[in-house]
């Protein structure tokens, strides 16, 4: 039987996590790498004006909200070595989410002990991100034992516009045929048909949502399947600086929401620590020249 799995019947994983699809981590952050990544944020990031690799998978400059200093277009994969000009912000960001802390809050949830990184984004100024699932970028097979980061680099308050989350049972999977969907067209197709349609079922039930206010040091996570969204800030637009991670453990075989393969490349990574690796997807390898490798870990 699958270790982690073993991990789960034998109830040791937290029992919010399992029944909510979600937890508040308080204070289990260094805030003084905490708060030296947002130092180099503001003082390195912000005041670029080269192209860095963008949410959108694009390399493109800084895009300001109109009459504003404010950053709209998020940094993606920063934590990786893609741009020389950032490499105190690679470092800073790597101090913070491959923290041992990060690591034990994680190991409460699921016992693993090795992470693998797929994505970071960084942002910097509030969002209007609507109703998603995170599965649909990178989920583990079977689904749902992937996990969302979301960090604050300041203080929030109720007025920050907060991430929130509709509980959810982990492991629950909501397909596009129980949604009376075809899996046919472009993935972007289907992630639009998917989410629009998975909106209108759970909003007609009128939900109970969870938020949290989070300061630095603390850390919100949720399960790849749970549904979220972001809170309108009060003052739009508005700095936020937080940080989204999104990663599984080592040892799981994993695609995403529509591909679950018996078998995904395990062994493209770049190993940070003891308990954290970067994986490295093909496309950003190739174009950035980007190289890591690991034994093929055997399935747990």
Not at 34 to 52: C, K, M, S, Y
Not at 179 to 206: I, V
Not at 215 to 233: E, K, Y
Not at 280 to 293: M, P, T
């Amino acid at each position: 039987m699958n270790a982690l799995l073993r991990y789960v019947l034998n109830d040791r994983t937290d029992r919010q996590y399992q029944d909510f699809g979600y937890k508040v981590f308080r204070g289990v952050l260094p805030k003084d790498r905490v708060d030296a990544l947002a130092e180099i944020v503001r003082n390195v990031v912000v005041p670029h004006q080269g192209a860095l690799l963008r949410q959108d998978g694009r390399m493109a400059p800084h895009d300001f909200f109109p009459g504003t200093t404010l950053i709209r277009n998020p940094l993606a994969n920063a934590h990786l070595p893609i741009s020389q000009a950032m490499e105190p912000l690679e470092a800073a960001l790597t101090a913070v989410v491959t923290a041992s802390q990060v690591a034990e809050a994680l190991r409460k949830l699921d016992g693993a002990d090795q992470y693998s990184i797929h994505q970071t984004l960084l942002f910097f100024a509030a969002q209007t991100t609507g109703l998603h699932i995170d599965s649909w970028g990178v989920d583990t097979a079977p689904h749902g034992f992937a996990h969302t980061l979301w960090i604050p680099l300041q203080d929030m308050t109720p007025e920050s516009g907060l991430p929130s989350v509709i509980p959810w049972p982990r492991g629950k999977v909501l397909s596009e045929a129980d949604l009376g969907l075809p899996s046919s067209g472009s993935n972007a197709d289907r992630y639009d048909r998917y989410h629009r349609a998975l909106s209108g079922r759970l909003m007609a039930g009128s939900p109970e949502v969870a938020t949290a206010v989070v300061r630095r040091g603390d850390m919100i996570v949720w399960t790849s399947l749970t549904p979220h969204f972001t809170l309108p800030a009060r003052n739009f637009p508005s700095e936020r600086l937080s940080l989204q991670v999104l990663l599984r453990p080592t040892h799981t075989r994993w695609g995403n929401f529509i591909v679950q393969p018996s078998d995904h490349p395990t062994n493209r990574h770049i190993r940070k620590t003891e308990r954290f690796s970067y994986f490295v997807y093909d496309a950003i390898s190739r174009d950035f020249g980007i190289a890591g490798s690991l034994p093929t870990p055997a399935a747990l």
